[in-house]
């Protein structure tokens, strides 16, 4: 008895040569490869791909919650029996506040009346920089306060220098008025902003464009 293979083989060779004959070509092909790729490995390349995120420190105050503020600190100043016929007033030009009255004790008033108002419209006492009591016309006197509106390139040099220093592994650059702050992890992100919120820098930050 002839092996079964035998028989399958001479069959195939007889078909190879019918193909041959009647001018066609036959590929067999190269086998294929199998690439086994580790669990370790899939994951090394998922954490490669995975993108950056990021988010902005920056600083900035909500002009139309000062507005309101100081309409509601003039309210409380009318009805203050001890400013009454002081020419108090507080005026907002821009980004700029100007307290005025008859001397210095009243503008010091003025000023607690206008933070309260302005801590419960959520607007923060570290965006107001106060320049000096002025002596005004009239035997008044007057003090100028500035809304603070982005991080100064000292303060962004500043912010900077912390969050290397803590070798959280992310990267901070200044970006104008702003720090961008960029990292794969976003515990990481998280991390700095804590650090951020701990660290007194003198000045209001807030954390956007969270992504």
């Known amino acids: 008895m002839r092996p079964r293979d035998g028989g399958q083989n001479g069959r195939l060779s007889a078909t190879l040569r019918r193909l041959t004959s009647a001018g066609g070509s036959v590929n067999l092909g190269r086998p294929r490869s199998l690439d086994f790729e580790s669990g370790s490995d899939r994951k ?49 030009t821009g980004e700029e506040i100007t307290l005025s009255s008859s001397d210095e004790f009243k503008i010091k008033a003025l000023r607690d009346i206008l933070e309260s108002r302005l801590f419960k419209r959520n607007v923060p006492l570290k965006a107001l920089e106060y ?49 961008r702050v960029t990292g794969k992890n976003r515990d990481d992100l998280q991390s700095v902003i804590r650090l951020l919120k701990e660290t007194d820098l003198g000045i209001d930050m807030q954390f956007t464009n969270y992504r």
């Not at 100043?77 to 009454?84: A, C, G, N, V």
């Not at 035997?139 to 070798?167: M, P, W």
């Open 44 to 92: 090394s390349k998922k954490r490669g791909t995975l993108a950056e995120s990021s988010f902005d420190v920056v600083s900035s105050v909500d002009l139309q919650e000062v507005k309101n503020a100081i309409a509601q600190a003039m309210k409380e100043i009318i009805t203050r029996f001890d400013l009454k016929g002081t020419g108090s007033d507080i005026t907002l």
């Open 131 to 179: 320049g000096e009591i002025e002596k005004a016309l009239g035997q008044t006197a007057r003090q100028k306060v500035t809304l603070q509106k982005g991080i100064s390139s000292d303060k962004a040099r500043e912010i900077v220098k912390i969050i290397k220093n803590a070798k959280i592994k992310v990267q901070a650059a200044i970006q104008g008025d702003q720090v």
